[in-house]
């Protein structure tokens, strides 16, 4: 195997890895209130979420992946140093953030790594401004048009059911979230596979590999879908205890809700071509629900440390993504 190819290899198995990483450190996205309102136990409930994280392709186009590919950084500056740079800042942030249990964003991640790495190589004119908007303003608009939803869907079930027996309520919502969850989880794998289907696109394209036109191979797609289901697999069960029961405490109602709100949220960005973040949709969602019952149902506390995550992930993705791409340069070329 030649040196071009060994460093080709070398550079879509890292991004499988973070794509990986991302069902991981995401799998609570998908499972958290599932989990937390105990109608699914978590060995169950990561293997229903993998298998719709899987068969997300089936449902939508490759906006997300075009967003990634085209849309942050000019595709005339990416290089194999760019790609790696990009990634293992994504993926150095994804594993700190996963080992202290924080629920950061593995899609905000890749964008900062993906900037910070092409910021080296180019300065800030290799920046494309229109993508980095929208991406920037999902970072409020995502949890913002999440809690909405499902603070409005707790108040419609609320009054759909207020005469309804409690038990039978409770058995109803039970049966609806395995709905719900696997619409979360559909939303999900098809946003986030995307975005290394995306990584891996433009570096094939960077090498003149797609025939002079951007598109995603139907390799590609199949492969990102399965890594980031094996990952959902592995689960992530740091992230789990504080996105389902840390926040606020849950019903079968309320998880259905949050879901459904979730889901609706992530449906429209993916139709759209906006990266936005699992994590922040499904915080912002949870965090309706226990607001619709009382403000002081939902620990702010904790709310507040998370937004705080949200922040900080960009700027330090970006950095990693610098620091990796310098190191980059020491192999890769």
């Not at 953030?97 to 950061?104: E, F, K, N, Y």
């Not at 603070?151 to 039970?174: E, M, Y």
């Not at 019903?251 to 879901?259: D, I, R, S, Y």
């Amino acid at each position: 195997m030649d040196h071009a190819l060994l460093i080709l290899v070398f550079l879509i198995g890292v991004a499988v890895l973070f794509d990986f990483l991302n069902g991981l450190h995401d799998a609570a996205n998908s499972i958290a209130t599932i989990v937390a309102t105990r109608v699914l136990p978590p060995v169950f409930a990561v293997g229903w979420a993998a298998f719709f994280n899987f068969i997300a392709f089936l449902f939508f186009g490759l906006h997300v992946a075009d967003t990634i590919g085209r849309g942050i950084v000019d595709p005339g500056i990416i290089s194999d140093q760019v790609i790696f740079g990009a990634l293992m800042g994504a993926i150095v942030w994804n594993v700190v953030t996963w080992l202290a249990g924080i629920p950061s964003s593995s899609s905000h991640a890749l964008v900062g790594g993906l900037l910070g790495a092409g910021v080296a190589k180019a300065g800030t004119g290799a920046i494309v401004v229109a993508g980095v908007a929208k991406t920037v303003a999902a970072i409020f608009l995502s949890p913002a048009i999440g809690f909405v939803l499902a603070l409005l869907l707790v108040l419609l079930v609320s009054w759909l059911f207020v005469k309804a027996n409690p038990a039978f309520a409770d058995r109803v919502f039970r049966g609806l979230q395995f709905l719900s969850a696997s619409a979360y989880s559909l939303g999900h794998g098809g946003n986030d596979a995307q975005k290394t289907m995306g990584i891996i696109a433009i570096l094939l394209y960077s090498r003149g590999m797609l025939g002079g036109e951007f598109h995603v191979p139907f390799w590609v797609v199949i492969t990102c879908q399965a890594a980031i289901a094996l990952g959902t697999l592995f689960g992530g069960w740091r992230i789990v205890h504080t996105m389902g029961s840390r926040i606020t405490r849950l019903t079968p109602q309320q998880g259905f809700c949050a879901e459904t709100g979730g889901a609706i949220t992530l449906f429209a960005a993916t139709s759209l071509g906006v990266p936005v973040s699992t994590t922040h949709t499904i915080t912002g969602a949870i965090v309706g629900v226990g607001a619709a019952k009382r403000v002081s149902a939902v620990r702010w506390n904790v709310a507040r440390s998370i937004v705080t995550a949200w922040f900080v992930t960009m700027p330090a993705a970006a950095a990693i993504g610098a620091l990796f791409y310098a190191v980059g340069g020491l192999f890769l070329t």
